[in-house]
């Protein structure tokens, strides 16, 4: 059996480090994209779809709530892996933005490693 | 009357001579005829004495009338009351006379009523011919405005001293709404509202009466200071919603900028604390967690250093400091990062010689640090940003220009602003808190300085800063 491959959007160095350990410790494959374009680039070349998307949504290039409603696009109809979104933008709408933009969930970051891992696999099942 | 009396006594003296004529012999005819024409010759005699008396009677009555007549003439012409001098000679027409008198006095009342009115009257009041508008009279606000005496302006065309908007003919075919205008007077321009009073003539034209003239200098004065005042305090509210704009945006970007270090720090001294982490990555994590560290404390200071230089710059020392080996020694620390966005750093136009400038040699160092990674963060990928420094005259000048983003026009006059952050088209992530170019300027201030901002959107932006040189 495959290890899940997770699509990990994140801008900075430093958190998309410790989510990345985080997840490869916990035996999952990621991929790593720095940037609005880069994730979208990757994923009309990947050779499979991720089984989850982690976005940030503050991007460099743009937000990442967008992008979550370009990758719904992007599927041809068919239904995207579940997107997690994560932010610590400190706007209370977030939650309601993500469910409209089509998100599964949203986290703000500060909830720490374990509310992080409980996210991921939950969204897995 | 008397025609008829003589005509009846004639022909009946007539008929008797005929009837005598016939029995002449008769003695009773004879006496009847004579005691007859006694008596006629005694009527005709009362008859003629009454027709003197209504010829004289007549005569008199005329002069009587003359005599009022020629009074009611001098009442017209505002004499003081003949008829009060002169009632021996209207014995027969005294109570008429009495009458006209007192008429006139009460109409003389009125007149006084409405002439103290008129000139009393803080309005100007025109009473204006009905057709050329020539001034028939004038009250004494109008004459007082104009500085003129009565005689000067009485018989003068309105339109000489009173200019309407809209002109004379156009308010008098029009009248009915007040009409702005304005009059010159020795004090200089008094503007007026005017209202013009209409007749209609049998034919169908207008006929102008008069006009009222109110003075609305002031009103309008007033009227144009609230107006200001207004626009300002529309001006005012409209900063004051940016200003909250501004504030819901840097506390969500404050929000943002203080977690991102410390979801770092907590990630990481969480996955060292449950054991997930030792020897070499432990080490490693705990390099990240004192970088993130050194991003929380930059900000708090940045925001702590906006607040002490915005009010009290006394406390800072200042002493002379080499802005050359300054500049040139930030620019060096700044090249990894720089490098890690692609960013060529030009430093060929920095002297080798010292330029000494009275300052703080910390707020120095955030100024060029500033301006620096402001114009590496909004360069191109594979962009340059180029320093200079030279000496103009008692002034140094320090140059950084980057071949980045630039900045509109209208951003231009804001980027001083505090919380103030470029908002480059289509970026959703910027890092800092918007206080950078505000602190520059803070700084610039404390050392009695001068920025300047030249940019062109899609070209870059240059910053230059002077300051004092010192030995």
């Not at chain 2, 009396?5 to 009847?32: F, I, K, N, V």
């Not at chain 2, 003389?108 to 001034?135: C, E, H, K, V």
């Not at chain 2, 034919?203 to 005042?229: F, M, N, S």
């Amino acid at each position: 059996m495959s290890h899940p491959l997770i699509l990990l959007v994140e801008d900075d160095t430093d958190i998309a480090a410790l989510y990345g350990d985080v997840l490869r410790g916990e035996g999952m494959d990621v991929v790593l994209c720095r940037s609005r374009r880069q994730a979208r680039d990757w994923w009309q070349t990947a050779p499979r779809q991720p089984d989850l998307v982690i976005l940030d949504v503050r991007l460099p290039d743009g937000n990442g709530l967008d992008l979550c409603c370009e990758l719904g696009e992007m599927g041809s109809g068919q239904p995207h892996p579940p997107v997690l979104v994560l932010s610590a933008h400190g706007d209370p709408r977030m939650p309601v933005l993500c469910k409209q933009a089509g998100a599964s969930e949203f986290m703000d970051k500060m909830e720490g490693i374990d509310g992080f891992l409980d996210n991921i696999y939950k969204l897995l099942q | 009357m008397a025609v008829v009396c003589l005509a009846w006594s004639l022909l009946s003296g007539y008929l008797d001579l005929l009837a005598w004529r016939r029995s002449p012999q008769d003695e009773a005819w004879r006496q009847w005829f004579a005691w007859s024409l006694i008596l006629r010759g005694l009527g005709l005699a009362a008859v003629l004495g009454a027709l003197g008396g209504v010829i004289m009677l007549r005569r008199r009555l005329d002069r009587q009338i003359d005599t009022m007549v020629e009074a009611c003439h001098s009442m017209a012409l505002g004499e003081p009351s003949p008829l009060s001098d002169a009632p021996q000679g209207l014995q027969n027409l005294g109570r008429l006379a009495l009458a006209i008198q007192v008429m006139h006095e009460a109409l003389l009342d009125y007149l006084n009523l409405y002439r103290r009115f008129f000139d009393t009257a803080p309005d100007m009041f025109l009473s204006l011919a009905p057709a050329g508008q020539r001034i028939l009279d004038a009250n004494t606000s109008f004459c007082r405005a104009l500085g003129l005496l009565k005689d000067e302006v009485l018989g003068q065309p309105a339109e000489r001293f009173v200019q309407l908007d809209k002109g004379w003919d156009r308010a008098m075919s029009e009248g009915g709404e007040l009409i702005t205008g304005q009059i010159k007077g020795p004090g200089g321009t008094i503007k007026v509202e005017a209202s013009i009073s209409l007749e209609g003539s049998p034919g169908g034209q207008q006929w102008v009466l008069g006009a009222i003239l109110r003075d609305v200098t002031l009103r309008d004065a007033l009227y144009r200071e609230l107006l200001q005042k207004s626009t300002a305090l529309e001006k005012a509210l409209e900063e004051i919603k940016s200003v909250e704009e501004l504030k819901d945006q840097f506390l969500t970007t404050l929000s943002h900028e203080l977690k991102t270090p410390l979801v770092s720090l907590k990630g990481f001294l969480q996955l060292l604390r449950q054991g997930k982490a030792s020897g070499e990555q432990g080490q490693n994590y705990l390099e990240i967690c004192w970088r993130n560290l050194g991003k929380l404390e930059t900000q708090i200071n940045n925001l702590l250093d906006l607040a002490r230089l915005s009010h009290s710059k006394e406390q800072y020392s200042m002493e002379p400091v080499d802005l050359s080996g300054l500049v040139r020694t930030e620019a060096e620390n700044l090249q990894a990062a720089a490098a890690e966005r692609k960013v060529r750093l030009d430093l060929s136009k920095l002297p080798r010689q010292e330029m000494r400038v009275m300052g703080n040699h910390g707020k120095l160092v955030q100024l060029v640090d500033n301006l620096l990674v402001n114009a590496i963060k909004y360069n191109k990928e594979s962009g340059e940003v180029s320093l200079e420094l030279r000496r103009e005259g008692p002034r140094v000048v320090l140059r950084v220009a980057d071949s980045g983003v630039g900045i509109d026009r209208e951003r231009m006059a804001v980027i001083f602003n505090r919380f103030y952050q470029a908002n480059l088209s289509g970026t959703g992530r910027l890092e800092g808190l918007g206080i950078g170019l505000s602190l520059v300027q803070e700084i610039v201030k404390l050392h009695n300085g001068n920025i300047r901002v030249e940019s062109e959107p899609g070209m870059g932006t240059t910053f230059t800063v002077t300051l004092e040189a010192t030995a």
